[in-house]
């Protein structure tokens, strides 16, 4: 069973403060994702990374960073956090290949600013 | 990139009806269309996809069908149960690795 974990479900942050998310998967995947999900607007990429210390933007990547020094593991950077970043973060991570590419999630962090 | 669009954004029916949720893609070069499920405070998990040379897959009472032309996929789920009350996601796959989702629907099936 793959196996995608979150480093908090739970985090209340202050304005300005740095904050790290941190996904890890247990099944050599390639990929890793990280997406922000708020009501009525689905799932929106933040950044992707398809190897170690590769990365690509998604489609809102502004005022986010991330870092992927292992394979395993790939976190989710706010500089300084603001409150309409407040959301449920989800990261997921698959196995990449031409043909399907299913996507693990893992159980997401809440994350508050204030 | 890829657009993806979704609908209907809620739907609702009786316990024992068909659902049919639509999503419509924007890049003819997409070629994996994957259906997430999501219960409420749970992570999306896959239910079904459906590669580009393929016209329908069916899993028991979840089926999926596929419009290259026209650019659009369809989730039909028959014989409805409480269970299958969830919000549903469906996503286009234009490059490796990366899938564009649509927004969503949230299906609520009455007992």
């Known amino acids: 069973d793959v196996k995608v974990t979150q480093s908090s479900r739970y985090l209340v942050k202050r304005t300005g403060e740095k904050v790290f998310l941190e996904c890890v998967q247990d099944?050599?995947?390639?990929?890793m994702f990280w997406y922000r999900q708020d009501p009525g607007l689905g799932l929106r990429l933040i950044y992707f990374?398809?190897?170690?210390?590769?990365?690509e933007k998604g489609d809102i990547p502004e005022g986010y960073s991330v870092s992927r020094e292992k394979k395993e593991r790939f976190s989710l950077i706010l500089e300084s956090a603001s409150t309409n970043q407040t959301s449920m973060y989800l990261c997921?991570?698959?196995?990449?290949?031409?043909?399907?590419?299913?996507?693990?999630f893992g159980p997401g962090t809440r994350l508050t600013v204030l | 990139g890829e657009n993806v669009e979704q609908h209907p954004s809620t739907l609702s029916v009786q316990e024992g009806d068909s659902a049919v949720i639509k999503c419509t893609y924007s890049?003819?070069?997409?070629?994996?269309f994957p259906w997430y499920k999501q219960e409420l405070g749970k992570r999306p998990q896959l239910i079904i996809d459906?590669?580009?040379?393929?016209g329908e897959k069916k899993d028991q009472r979840i089926a999926v069908t596929l419009n290259k032309t026209a650019k659009h996929f369809s989730l039909h789920i028959t014989e409805t149960q409480p269970e299958d009350s969830a919000v549903y996601f469906c996503?286009?796959?234009?490059?490796?690795?990366?899938?564009?989702f649509g927004d969503g629907t949230t299906l609520t099936v009455k007992p």
């Open positions: 990374s398809y190897d170690v210390k590769m990365k």
């Open positions: 890049d003819s070069a997409s070629n994996y």
């Open positions: 459906i590669r580009s040379n393929v």
């Open positions: 997921a991570s698959s196995f990449g290949g031409a043909s399907t590419d299913t996507q693990y």
């Open positions: 099944m050599d995947h390639e990929n």
């Open positions: 996503a286009a796959r234009l490059n490796a690795g990366k899938s564009t």
